[in-house]
């Protein structure tokens, strides 16, 4: 299907969000229910923004358990891991898993894979497209920007249909190629001098975090940095762009494609003959091993590392250094495998099924969060008495209660097999 559409179906094929590539069977795809539940789980984390639990943690600053609540719902300010971290790479991971299947459902139905290459284009060029719509929402003019999760996903999605199904070996190569050319760009690049006054060029005083080699993946001063410091100027702008506050660059879509590929191959191994456990124990291994990788090449002791730390690589999520791309692998995979172990093998799937409902609309649910979940908690503060969201706990309240708003329609979607799908 060539367009952006709403489709009604009583048998849903899982394709997801954003999906689809050769020479896969032409058998029609199983259901894989875990996938589903992986897919609604980080959605929910995504829309949820913590469940106003930081908010709730500044009321308890002595309390160690909260303060290590706030850290994993927050972003790290450069180098090291958080749970909220995961985020992001999770999905553009769940992005490659999903493929095969929904190649393999598009071949079942006779597309030609010409048919359905053109529909790829179609899809990054949507993606590309909504999440500058959303990030613009609100704004006085159109907001240029790509280092969201649904542009970078589409700027690097077209390229995943030609590693589609080519085979682990030379999907791997691909991979690493990437991630070590990125590598490279980065280490090659030119340090600034001693001289340099970082505050004329507008850069706040935190661009030097690391110290030494490392210092190449420095906040800001970066190759990354200095491409768009070009390449967002292109577009009209109320100013000129100088930096991204938080380091996010666009050529981040670079090593993630990195992160799609190793979806792919996680998507084609759990499309095999292989027994169950035999693709649980492969997804164990793989992600042991993907963060023993990480650890290695960045050479930190996270998330409190001293800045003057040896270092090949830093894994920072926010310019996502080819040790993240790794690194971060390691966390989907093993998250991965508790859903396939819990759901698919265990067959404990009732509890799941909440996030299972967001899965299968899971794209109408990322759109309905940034454009109508201001206007449910404003609309809750309307009917209800404002005293239920102040205190200690009323952030926690107002954001369960407006994702729980957003999950009826979904749910209802779901009731009416009603899916959105690009």
Same mark, same amino acid.
């Given at each position: 299907?060539?367009?952006?559409?709403?489709?009604?179906?009583?048998?849903?094929?899982?394709?997801?969000?954003?999906?689809?590539?050769?020479?896969?069977?032409?058998?029609?795809?199983?259901?894989?229910?875990?996938?589903?539940?992986?897919?609604?789980?980080?959605?929910?984390?995504?829309?949820?923004?913590?469940?106003?639990?930081?908010?709730?943690?500044?009321?308890?600053?002595?309390? @160690? #358990?909260?303060?290590? $609540?706030?850290?994993?719902?927050?972003?790290?300010? =450069?180098?090291?891991? /958080? &749970? +909220?971290? *995961?985020?992001?790479?999770?999905?553009?991971?769940?992005?490659?898993?999903?493929?095969?299947?929904?190649?393999?459902?598009?071949?079942?139905?006779?597309?030609?894979?010409?048919?359905?290459?053109?529909?790829?284009?179609?899809?990054?060029?949507?993606?590309?497209?909504?999440?500058?719509?959303?990030?613009?929402?609100?704004?006085?003019?159109?907001?240029?920007?790509?280092?969201?999760?649904?542009?970078?996903?589409?700027?690097?999605?077209?390229?995943?249909?030609?590693?589609?199904?080519?085979?682990? @070996? #030379?999907?791997?190569? $691909?991979?690493?190629?990437?991630?070590?050319?990125? =590598?490279?760009?980065? /280490? &090659? +690049?030119? *340090?600034?001098?001693?001289?340099?006054?970082?505050?004329?060029?507008?850069?706040?005083?935190?661009?030097?975090?690391?110290?030494?080699?490392?210092?190449?993946?420095?906040?800001?001063?970066?190759?990354?940095?200095?491409?768009?410091?070009?390449?967002?100027?292109?577009?009209?702008?109320?100013?000129?762009?100088?930096?991204?506050?938080?380091?996010?660059?666009?050529?981040?879509?670079?090593?993630?494609?990195?992160?799609?590929?190793?979806?792919?191959?996680?998507?084609?191994?759990?499309?095999?003959?292989?027994?169950?456990?035999?693709?649980?124990?492969?997804?164990?291994?793989?992600?042991?091993?993907?963060?023993?990788?990480?650890?290695?090449?960045?050479?930190?002791?996270?998330?409190?590392?001293?800045?003057?730390?040896?270092?090949?690589?830093?894994?920072?999520?926010?310019?996502?250094?080819?040790?993240?791309?790794?690194?971060?692998?390691?966390?989907?995979?093993?998250?991965?495998?508790?859903?396939?172990?819990?759901?698919?093998?265990?067959?404990?799937?009732?509890?799941?099924?909440?996030?299972?409902?967001?899965?299968?609309?899971?794209?109408?649910?990322?759109?309905?969060?940034?454009?109508?979940?201001?206007?449910?908690?404003?609309?809750?503060?309307?009917?209800?008495?404002?005293?239920?969201?102040?205190?200690?706990?009323?952030?926690?309240?107002?954001?369960?209660?407006?994702?729980?708003?957003?999950?009826?329609?979904?749910?209802?979607?779901?009731?009416?097999?009603?899916?959105?799908?690009?």
């Amino acid at each position: 299907m060539d367009k952006l559409s709403v489709r009604q179906s009583m048998n849903p094929h899982n394709e997801g969000i954003f999906m689809d590539q050769p020479t896969l069977p032409k058998a029609a795809p199983e259901r894989l229910v875990s996938l589903d539940a992986y897919r609604g789980f980080v959605m929910l984390a995504m829309v949820s923004g913590g469940l106003g639990l930081i908010e709730v943690a500044e009321h308890f600053p002595d309390n @160690k #358990i909260w303060q290590i $609540v706030r850290y994993q719902l927050e972003h790290v300010e =450069w180098t090291g891991c /958080a &749970a +909220w971290d *995961l985020i992001q790479p999770s999905f553009m991971f769940i992005v490659g898993v999903a493929m095969p299947f929904s190649y393999a459902s598009r071949v079942a139905r006779g597309d030609s894979k010409g048919s359905i290459f053109f529909h790829v284009i179609w899809r990054a060029f949507i993606l590309i497209a909504l999440g500058i719509f959303l990030r613009s929402n609100g704004k006085p003019q159109t907001n240029f920007t790509f280092e969201d999760v649904a542009t970078q996903i589409g700027l690097g999605y077209a390229f995943l249909f030609l590693v589609l199904g080519r085979g682990w @070996k #030379i999907q791997l190569g $691909v991979a690493l190629t990437i991630l070590l050319g990125y =590598w490279a760009l980065f /280490a &090659a +690049w030119p *340090l600034p001098g001693a001289e340099f006054d970082a505050a004329k060029h507008g850069i706040p005083d935190d661009w030097n975090k690391f110290t030494g080699f490392a210092a190449h993946w420095n906040k800001y001063l970066n190759p990354a940095g200095y491409f768009d410091q070009w390449f967002l100027n292109l577009f009209p702008r109320q100013s000129p762009f100088v930096i991204n506050a938080g380091g996010y660059q666009t050529l981040n879509f670079v090593p993630s494609i990195g992160t799609m590929i190793f979806g792919i191959m996680t998507g084609e191994w759990l499309r095999s003959s292989r027994s169950l456990w035999s693709k649980l124990g492969g997804l164990l291994a793989a992600g042991l091993i993907c963060l023993l990788i990480g650890f290695a090449v960045d050479g930190y002791i996270w998330p409190n590392a001293p800045e003057t730390t040896w270092s090949v690589a830093p894994i920072v999520k926010r310019i996502w250094t080819p040790s993240w791309a790794i690194f971060s692998t390691g966390w989907t995979l093993l998250t991965l495998s508790f859903f396939v172990f819990v759901i698919d093998i265990a067959k404990f799937r009732a509890w799941s099924f909440p996030l299972f409902v967001v899965g299968m609309n899971s794209l109408a649910m990322y759109v309905m969060s940034w454009i109508f979940k201001p206007w449910v908690k404003q609309t809750l503060h309307t009917h209800l008495p404002n005293t239920l969201f102040e205190g200690t706990y009323g952030s926690l309240i107002e954001t369960t209660m407006a994702i729980s708003v957003l999950w009826l329609v979904v749910f209802y979607m779901y009731r009416k097999q009603v899916f959105v799908r690009i």
